[in-house]
């Protein structure tokens, strides 16, 4: 009896809730060089993806005295029309600039743009439209301090310390496509599909927070500097070749929440995220139509930037799971004892 109510007092911490969330920003690969090369080209090229779409989660929290353990899943679930995308390939001049880092930790310095190469000159750009599919898994866990609780329904204020994990698999496909490229002549029509973008992106979080709960609101907010990994696939369709990236580089995640419970075991929150990705690596070649693109097959690698600014309106509810309902509990009273009978005394 006593392992059985252990069981469920441990199971009356789990927290679990539906999610919708709403996203916006932008994904952008770039390479380049502002200097000629052994050819004598000052120039690179630019893929541009719209991060728009509508992500469907669950999650689940598990709460232990000032721990908390929050495992979440969410998906597109189908290929979501995410925008117009663009891939450009320009011509650098003595003017451009070329602004590889965003995050300098040596100088304290912050730069909050996608895009390294500016001042540039298109040669080609197609413009056309874009889905994306996305699974993203993500876990985290903090620990409170002060009046801090990681229990949503009850009073308390202090900060927290948080570190967390996301994995993201997401695959961008540009179609109706319509090219320009400046030749003699100018050259513009549709070509249909352009490429196909997959992406594998893995993140680690580290940081903290402050949680304020009184009566029934409650407020959080959070922010985590991150690094990260990013594979990438990017199959040209019209020139048969593929470009495989590996990248790493720096970010960081900001959250502000706002909850009402409007239940005992029942709330409703708003939830406002901020994500960065920057980050540099090099890419190689494989396939090809042309005598430039199986040549560019023998290359070792050629340096990429895949930068990724995104931000996301999210709205969903939590359930306390209470497996002992307060109506049915009952007091656990001592057994009765047998009361000694004496033996009568015969008279």
């Known amino acids: 009896m006593l392992l059985f109510l252990l069981v469920f007092e441990i199971n009356a911490e789990i927290i679990w809730g539906p999610s919708i969330e709403k996203s916006?920003?932008?994904?952008?690969?770039?390479?380049?060089?502002?200097?000629?090369?052994?050819?004598?080209i000052r120039g690179g090229s630019r893929i541009s993806f719209p991060r728009t779409?509508?992500?469907f989660g669950i999650q689940g929290i598990y709460t232990k005295d000032r721990w908390e353990l929050n495992g979440n899943i969410k998906t597109t679930g189908w290929n979501q029309k995410s925008g117009e995308a663009r891939d450009e390939d320009f011509l650098l001049g003595s003017v451009s600039t070329e602004k590889t880092t965003n995050i300098a930790t040596r100088e304290w310095s912050y730069r909050d743009s996608a895009t390294v190469y500016s001042g540039s000159r298109n040669f080609a750009d197609g413009k056309g439209k874009s889905t994306i599919v996305e699974n993203r898994f993500e876990i985290n866990g903090r620990y409170y301090f002060q009046d801090a609780n990681p229990d949503h329904w009850k009073e308390g204020s202090g900060f927290f310390l948080a570190t967390g994990m996301r994995y993201?698999?997401?695959?961008?496909?540009?179609?109706?496509?319509?090219?320009f490229i400046d030749s003699t002549p100018v050259i513009y029509a549709p070509i249909g599909i352009g490429l196909s973008f997959s992406n594998d992106l893995l993140e680690i979080f580290y940081g903290g927070g402050y949680r304020y709960s009184k009566d029934n609101f409650y407020f959080d907010f959070s922010f985590m500097p991150s690094m990260g990994r990013i594979k990438t696939r990017d199959f040209h369709v019209q020139r048969s070749i593929n470009f495989f990236s590996e990248n790493y580089g720096l970010g960081w995640a900001s959250k502000i929440e706002m909850g009402y419970k409007f239940y005992p075991s029942?709330?409703?929150?708003?939830?406002?995220?901020?994500?960065?990705?920057?980050?540099?690596?090099r890419f190689t070649s494989q396939g090809g139509l042309t005598v430039a693109d199986l040549t560019s097959n023998l290359v070792s690698g050629f340096k990429s930037h895949i930068n990724i600014k995104d931000f996301s309106i999210e709205i969903g509810v939590l359930n306390k799971v209470d497996w002992i309902d307060s109506n049915t509990k009952t007091e656990i009273k001592d057994p009765p004892t047998k009361e000694k009978i004496e033996p009568n005394e015969s008279n």
């Not at 029942?266 to 690596?281: A, I």
């Open 168 to 179: 993201s698999y997401f695959k961008y496909l540009f179609y109706d496509v319509n090219q």
């Open 266 to 281: 029942w709330l409703s929150y708003f939830r406002v995220n901020h994500r960065r990705f920057f980050s540099e690596g």
């Open 24 to 40: 916006g920003g932008e994904y952008i690969f770039e390479t380049g060089n502002k200097f000629p090369n052994l050819s004598g």
């Open 53 to 55: 779409f509508t992500l």
